[in-house]
């Protein structure tokens, strides 16, 4: 609150409009908090308050953002909005008070965020400043799903979150604060990646000793291969504390591009659809195999012309049967919302890698209904039949406002295991994160 007058309101006795601020928040739900707040209500009187969340209409969100550095101007905003959007001024006067000042109200998991985040702040060569406010912990907890047990845990805009102990902050000097959050940062993804390389070591070690075995067996040195295979059978024992290490999982994800994820939903996605692939890279190691399949309603040919769209069957593979290390990127096209093909497509894949002894993990992300709930449920009954014994894993991800958690309540009926997330937009990528952590839990 202190920042928002500070910034954008003269020290007179018309309180005169000064510079422009944007505020940026982890998520909708801490924005909104902040809105609600006791804080906020002594914004001084009159200053122009926007609200720039993914859910704001795209004519009126360009308002906002063309708005957001002009003098006097207040700008709440999700943190999607700190990637790639252009909030450049064309205010004289405001470039001559200073600029726009960009205030981060939580510290990112990832340094080149902040960079971009920071980048808000002086467009194009022009005046601007950064700041950032944090929070050492809240009261409020966030609940995840471990184990099919409810779990409580710090929110992520907290330094808490990172395991930072408030003292160990308060006994630094203020100067010195942010380079010990930085080196704090730094020292995580140091550690995530000796993760990364000894599981990186671990699959280059098995592969060789495959290999060894196999090229024995190929030049009939039948005496060196079973040594070889022996060699071979007590690494992969070795590596046996879990299923997902010694069978490996097949991920069959299938994601929803209709028309309603155009933009910002879709970013987001993306982002939480990166972070799932590379979770998994580290966690399953080089036993696991993804199929990504995108997914809207099917586009006859006659209502494609008459609307000058391409022809779609309802859904479209993008991989079949890879590593997570080779994860393809996600494009958008768009249409309606059906589940059928997806899952059509998702039996296909299944059946495909069936001699491949791998658990079968079914993830459908949605944010919104389907018009083909009968057959959606006919579709995945057959699927649950075919792979139950298998130990098949059903999830249903509810993303934003406007999903039907009731038709997906429908299809987790259908399964023997399966579990339904909601996240809310800015909550996608923790849905996905802990699914990724823990695809196997037993819930029904």
Known sequence: MENINFYTRNNDTKKSKNRAIIVF??????????????????????????????????????????????????????????????????????????????????????????????????????QGSYGMVLLLS????????????????????????????????????????????NKIRNDA????????????????????????????????????????????????????PSVEVSVGLHIVLMMDESGSMEGAPFEELRNAYNNFMTTRSVKGGDEDIVSVIMFSAYLPPDLAAIYGLPTTPGARTLSSMISPKNYPPLDYQGGGTAFTPALQYAEIELKKALHMNKVPILILMTDGECGDLDSSKNTLRSINNQFKDNKLQCHFVAFGSDANIDFLKQLQAECTTGKIHTAAMGELTEAFREIADNPLAEYI
């Open 25 to 126: 928040f982890e998520n909708k739900e801490r924005l909104l908090h902040f809105k609600r707040s006791d804080y906020f209500s002594n914004v001084i009187e009159h200053t122009k308050v926007n609200i720039l969340t993914p859910e704001v209409k795209f004519d009126d969100r360009k308002i906002m953002i063309d708005k957001a550095a002009t003098c006097g101007q207040v700008t709440l905003s999700v943190k999607t909005f700190a990637r790639g959007t252009d909030f450049a001024s064309e205010d004289n006067e405001l470039n001559k008070k200073g600029g726009v000042h960009v205030l981060q109200t939580f510290f990112s998991t990832m340094e080149s965020e902040e960079v971009q985040t920071k980048g808000r702040a002086a467009r194009q060569g022009e």
């Open 138 to 181: 809240d009261p409020e907890k966030k609940k995840t799903m471990k184990d099919g047990k409810e779990h409580f845990e710090e929110k992520d805009d907290t330094l808490a979150s990172f395991k930072i102990k408030e003292e160990q902050i308060l006994q630094v000097g203020i100067e010195g604060r942010y380079d010990e959050l």
């Open 189 to 240: 993804r140091i550690k995530e990646g000796e993760v990364i390389d000894k599981n990186l070591k671990k699959a280059e070690e098995k592969d060789a000793k495959s290999r060894a075995y196999f090229d024995a067996l190929m030049t009939g040195d039948h005496a060196n291969a079973y040594g070889r295979f022996e060699d071979l059978y007590e690494f992969i024992k070795q590596q046996m």
